[in-house]
C-alpha cells in the first residue's frame, strides 16, 4: 500500500487553539502525509482565534473550555454532523491523538466500521494531579488510560523510555517509536544574540540558565524555582532567563525574584533567546520526549534535566549534560552548579548535544508514522 492511498481522520483535543510541541508535531505530520499524497481531515476544537493557522482541513467538535484554563477546550463527542463528515470522507485509518471523550468516540465509531485506529501518547497525563495535590487520582486515570488504549490496533509515542512505560503500565502491546525533529533552521548555536542578552540585563560573562515553555505548574515550576534557590544559597554566579508565557506566570515571577522574563517567543526569536542562553534546565517529569530539550541541545546548550521519559531518552548523562533521578531541588542545585564556573565543560557537554541533535529529521522521523499506518491498514485488509 502506497502513502498516498491513505484517508486520515486525525482526532486533536487542542489541533491549533495553542502552541506547544504535541501540536506542532501533529501539523507536521499532517503536512508530510499530505505531501505524500495522502487525504487528511482534522477533528479539533475550533476557537474564533486560534494560536495559527491548522495544516489540513479542520472540522470542529463539541467542546468546553477547560475550568481554570480556558485557552484549553476540552471535547464532547462527535455530533450528527460531524458522524455524517465521517462517513463522507470514508477514512482507512483513524487517528487520536488525546485521551478524551471524543476519542473513546472516535475509536467505537472505528471499531463498528473496522477501521484500525493508532494513538499516539504525547504527555504523561497521569502524572499531572501529582503538582495539583490531587496523586490519589493517578491510578484512577491510568485505568482510564488503559482502557482507551487497549481499544487501539497500536501505540507510537516520541522515545524508547516512554514505550518502556507504557508497556510496564500495559497500555497495549503493539507500541513503536514516533521521534521528533527539530527545525535547524531556527535552532542552532549560530542564533546566538549577545547585544539581545545585554538588553535584558545579562553581561557577556554571566551565566544565563534558561527555562523554556508554557509557565503552567505540570512543567516542574516548583521545583524549578526551589533549585534555583538552593543554587543561590550556594552562592553560585548565575542569572535565570524564562522563555514562555502561561497561567502560572505571576506564581513563577513571584518565586523565582531576579529572574528575567523574556515572554512568549516563537519562530526566529524563539532561537534566538534558547541559543542565548547558557545551560537548560528542564526538571519536569510529564513530557514523553521534551521538544524543549532538543531544541536547546540544538542551540549548543548543555541540559540538566529530570531522569525521567524524554530526557532519559535525549540526555546522555556526562556528555551532552546531566541527568538527576530525583526531584529534589538540592540535587539539581548540585548538577547545575559545576556549569555555573566552568565554561569548558558548558563548551564540550553544549556542542556535543547540537552534535548529537542533528540525528532528528522531521521527514524520516515522519515517514515512520507512514509506515505504521499502511500497516495498519493492510493487516485488517
Not at 497500555?171 to 525533529?181: E, L
Not at 560573562?205 to 524555582?225: N, Q, T, W, Y
Not at 556542542?351 to 509506515?371: F, L
Request: glycine share 8%; charged share 25%.
Amino acid at each position: 500500500m502506497k502513502t498516498a492511498e491513505l484517508r486520515i481522520a486525525l482526532f486533536s483535543g487542542n489541533y491549533n487553539i495553542t502552541v506547544d510541541g504535541a501540536n506542532k508535531a501533529l501539523n507536521r505530520l499532517m503536512e508530510f502525509m499530505l505531501r505524500k499524497g495522502a487525504a487528511v481531515r482534522v477533528y479539533a476544537p475550533q476557537v474564533a482565534d486560534p494560536a495559527f493557522a491548522p495544516t489540513g482541513e479542520l472540522v470542529g467538535v463539541p467542546s468546553v473550555a477547560i475550568p481554570t484554563r480556558s485557552e484549553y477546550r476540552f471535547p464532547l463527542g462527535l455530533s450528527a454532523a460531524n458522524r455524517a463528515d465521517l462517513e463522507s470522507f470514508a477514512p482507512n485509518i483513524v487517528h487520536i491523538a488525546s485521551p478524551d471523550i471524543t476519542a473513546h468516540r472516535a475509536v467505537s465509531w472505528a471499531r463498528a466500521k473496522d477501521i484500525p485506529v493508532l494513538a499516539s501518547v504525547h504527555t504523561r497525563f497521569e502524572t499531572y494531579p501529582r503538582y495539583y495535590n490531587l496523586g490519589f487520582t493517578e491510578p484512577l486515570i491510568e485505568s482510564g488510560l488503559r482502557r482507551l488504549y487497549r481499544r487501539c490496533d497500536a501505540l507510537v509515542t516520541p522515545s524508547q523510555s516512554m514505550v518502556d512505560v507504557l508497556r510496564e503500565q500495559g497500555m497495549n502491546r503493539d507500541i513503536s517509536i514516533w521521534s521528533r525533529g527539530v527545525d535547524r533552521g531556527v535552532f542552532s548555536s549560530d542564533r546566538r544574540d549577545l547585544e539581545w542578552r545585554r538588553s535584558l540585563g545579562i553581561a557577556d560573562s554571566d551565566v544565563a540558565i534558561v527555562f523554556l515553555g508554557r509557565l503552567v505548574m505540570e512543567k516542574g515550576l516548583d521545583v524549578f524555582a526551589e533549585s534555583i534557590v538552593a543554587l543561590r544559597r550556594s552562592q553560585m554566579p548565575h542569572k535565570v532567563l524564562v522563555i514562555g508565557d502561561g497561567p502560572a506566570r505571576k506564581w513563577f515571577e513571584q518565586n523565582l525574584p531576579g529572574g528575567i522574563f523574556a515572554g512568549f517567543q516563537s519562530g526566529p526569536d524563539l532561537g534566538r533567546a534558547l541559543a542565548s542562553g547558557d545551560v537548560f534546565f528542564n526538571p519536569s517529569i510529564t513530557e514523553t520526549f521534551g521538544n524543549v530539550t532538543l531544541e536547546a541541545m540544538a542551540c549548543g546548550l548543555p541540559v540538566v534535566a529530570a531522569g525521567a521519559t524524554g530526557s532519559t531518552s535525549l540526555v546522555e548523562d556526562g556528555v551532552t549534560g546531566t541527568l538527576v533521578g530525583t526531584l529534589d531541588p538540592k540535587a539539581f542545585a548540585d548538577a547545575l552548579a559545576p556549569y555555573c564556573t566552568d565554561p569548558a565543560l558548558r563548551e564540550r557537554h553544549g556542542a556535543a548535544g547540537e552534535t548529537r541533535s542533528r540525528q532528528y529529521d522531521w521527514d524520516s522521523i515522519n515517514q515512520a508514522v507512514a509506515d505504521t499506518y499502511t500497516r495498519l491498514v493492510e493487516a485488517r485488509r
